[in-house]
């Protein structure tokens, strides 16, 4: 059980990613799903779910690494895509606009 105590904080944070990743797909559905964006907020919601899964590889790594610098790497490529995908949700009425779907 020694493995699982170290470096409890960071991965801690990179679980609590996930769940934003969850809850701002599910924001995504609520808020953007209507009818003048709607295929936007599809395609969307396809790329937050493949961000998803590369955040599941990214914790099961995490899980069973015991090297401070894979967890620490982790952690970075975690953050930079969740601000990625959070990006793309404050701006999808923008985007959507300028490539017209």
């Known amino acids: 059980m020694k493995n699982s105590q170290r470096f409890k904080f960071p991965k801690t944070v990179l679980f609590g990613i996930t769940g934003l990743y969850i809850v701002l797909m599910l924001a995504t559905y609520f808020l953007y799903y209507k009818e003048p964006v709607i295929v936007c ?20 790594i995490n899980y069973h690494s015991t090297k401070k610098i894979v ?15 959070l990006s793309a949700f404050f701006n999808l009425g923008l985007m959507c606009e300028f490539y017209g779907f």
Do not use: C, E
């Open 71 to 85: 967890i620490l790497a982790t952690l970075f490529f975690s953050a930079m895509l969740f601000m990625g995908a």
């Open 41 to 60: 907020a599809q395609r969307m919601l396809v790329a937050q779910s493949v961000a998803l899964v590369f955040q599941v590889v990214l914790n099961y």
